[in-house]
């Protein structure tokens, strides 16, 4: 019979044979066959079997995907154990090799027995096949009700006004995510963060964590590094432009950016500066990175006693944030940046972690190219940040810490040395920050050599800078807060006493001294021997 241009047969099986052979010379199908006989005596056992094999045959019949309708009546019609057990054998499907074996067998109740465990096994992998399919219908129709749910949803806060605005900014995430050149596994994150961004209300309390996540993931430089050039000639001249003295640092630097021109992938020593406050530290971590002409940053880690401010927070935590480390590349704004860790001997320990535990993952090149941070919860590659730490005295540093860097020692200057750093960038720069010009405010040599000698005994220049400052501001220094015996060169220390009796208004540049200890003859000789050594500045400017 025909259904639209689908045609379906149905055959009827008469008698059982065995084909001996096929005869040739015909133009159709011809064997010579010997007739099977079989027994078909029905007792009440062979027909309960055929009532319960014909309603196997109908819930297979409900398994099929399009079953013809002819088959069912076909089926009740059968009252021959044979025929019905031969006709159920066309339409379950089970394996060629089961079916012969059904085929040969010499009674009606074996037959049916072995057909009945066919067709069991065949219906057991229909209904798994069914709950498949039907599983995969569920999903789809999920799937496809929540698309048209979100649909809706689209259209209502279209008509409301509200669709516009965030589907642009979920626009430009997108965009933002396919330009930011992430690795593989940032950028799965990130788009899994947007899917859950597109599904959740703007009144929800986890979305804007959710944006400012996806904001800090697309603004990181994943990929962007400058490109770096390193002129050992340049570097020695900017070297010596900067800083005077510290011949021994600056040939140090000048190999270590020797070692990276020839070899850039190669894993260089992380430098640290020790030296007392005021020699330069952080200037010359400056001047790197204006040799290398690369982007410079400075984190400062004293008084962090907290993991994560090297870490970062958990995005659990309500406010949480990155740590230090990749604001500072986020700052910075490429890979690749100059990163100085000021004050790395202030480290400090508490109940939130150690700080310096989670320097060693920063600091060690075969750790630092997948640093995790608590926050991105995404690898982030370190290697190419060139990191220079500072401190002040060595014993202080971790010693895990200490043991990843190279200690650089710089003791101070002598008293030439800080005349010429005064003349050369202190003054000029006190100058200018007072608005002053050269004609307005000149500052001879013996003027700052008794400032360095007679108010500022420290190894560094910072102090000597500040007391050109007040200088600059208002032309009065003080008594001397360092002074010496006229027949010794041992030195004492005074602490100036400001005082408001007659004898002290006779002149500001001159204020009472005023020892801590009672001041015995020797003292006072002392003390007006220098004040009769105190330089006589220049006038203020009119």
């Given at each position: 019979m025909t259904s639209g241009e689908t045609h379906y047969v149905i055959c009827r099986g008469l008698r059982r044979f065995?084909?001996?052979?096929?005869?040739t010379g015909f133009p159709y199908l011809v064997a010579r066959i010997t007739e099977i006989g079989i027994s078909e005596a029905i007792t009440p056992d062979i027909e309960a079997r055929m009532h319960l094999l014909k309603m196997r045959a109908r819930d297979a019949l409900g398994l099929l995907p399009h079953p013809p309708a002819e088959i069912g009546p076909a089926i009740d019609s059968l009252d021959s154990p044979t025929m019905l057990a031969d006709f159920i054998a066309g339409i379950i499907d089970i394996p060629v090799s089961e079916s012969r074996i059904c085929w040969r067998r010499s009674t009606s109740r074996?037959?049916?027995t072995s057909y009945w465990g066919c067709s069991r096994s065949g219906s057991r992998c229909w209904n798994s096949?069914?709950?498949?399919?039907n599983k995969t219908q569920q999903t789809l129709s999920s799937q496809q009700r929540e698309h048209i749910l979100r649909e809706q949803l689209r259209q209502i806060q279209k008509e409301l006004g509200d669709d516009d605005v965030k589907s642009i900014e979920l626009k430009e995430l997108a965009e933002r995510i396919d330009k930011a050149g992430m690795p593989r596994d940032a950028e799965e994150q990130a788009r899994r963060e947007l899917r859950r961004l597109e599904r959740m209300p703007e009144m929800a309390a986890e979305y804007g964590m959710v944006r400012s996540y996806l904001d800090w993931l697309v603004e990181l430089p994943w990929s962007k590094l400058d490109p770096e050039r390193i002129d050992i000639a340049e570097a020695r001249r900017i070297l010596d432009e900067d800083h005077h003295g510290l011949e021994k640092v600056k040939r140090r630097i000048v190999e270590y950016l020797a070692v990276r021109k020839l070899n850039p992938d190669g894993k260089s020593p992380i430098l640290c500066f020790v030296g007392p406050p005021g020699v330069g530290k952080t200037?010359?971590?400056?001047?790197?990175?204006?040799?290398t002409d690369r982007k410079f940053v400075r984190l400062s880690l004293g008084g962090v006693h907290d993991e994560s401010?090297?870490?970062?927070?958990?995005?659990?935590?309500?406010?949480?944030?990155?740590g230090n480390i990749v604001q500072s590349i986020h700052k910075a704004g490429t890979r690749n940046p100059v990163m100085m860790l000021d004050e790395m001997d202030k480290l400090g320990a508490g109940f939130h972690g150690d700080p310096a535990a989670?320097?060693?993952?920063?600091?060690?090149?075969?750790?630092?190219?997948?640093?995790?941070?608590n926050y991105l919860a995404v690898p982030f590659d370190l290697s190419k940040v060139l990191f220079i730490g500072t401190a002040n005295v060595v014993d202080n540093i971790p010693t895990?810490?200490?043991?990843?860097?190279?200690?650089?020692?710089m003791p101070g200057y002598i008293e030439d040395e800080k005349l010429a750093i005064a003349r050369r960038y202190l003054v000029k720069r006190q100058l200018a920050s007072a608005g002053l010009t050269e004609k307005q405010c000149q500052i001879s040599d013996d003027v700052l050599r008794a400032i360095i000698r007679d108010y500022t005994r420290e190894a560094g220049v910072r102090n000597l800078e500040r007391r050109i400052g007040a200088i600059a501001v208002t032309p009065?220094?003080?008594?001397?807060r360092v002074t010496r015996r006229a027949s010794s060169s041992r030195w004492r220390t005074f602490r100036p006493y400001w005082g408001r009796s007659a004898s002290s208004r006779r002149s500001p540049c001159a204020p009472a001294c005023r020892a801590s200890r009672p001041v015995s003859p020797g003292r006072r000789r002392a003390a007006i021997f220098c004040s009769s050594r105190r330089p006589a500045f220049p006038a203020e400017a009119s």
């Open positions: 065995r084909v001996d052979e096929f005869l074996c037959c049916s096949q069914r709950r498949s399919a200037s010359l971590g400056q001047s790197i990175a204006r040799a401010e090297i870490r970062g927070h958990r995005r659990t935590y309500i406010g949480a944030l990155p989670a320097l060693l993952e920063v600091l060690d090149p075969e750790q630092n190219a997948t640093f995790r941070d895990a810490v200490r043991d990843r860097m190279e200690m650089i020692e009065r220094c003080g008594s001397p």
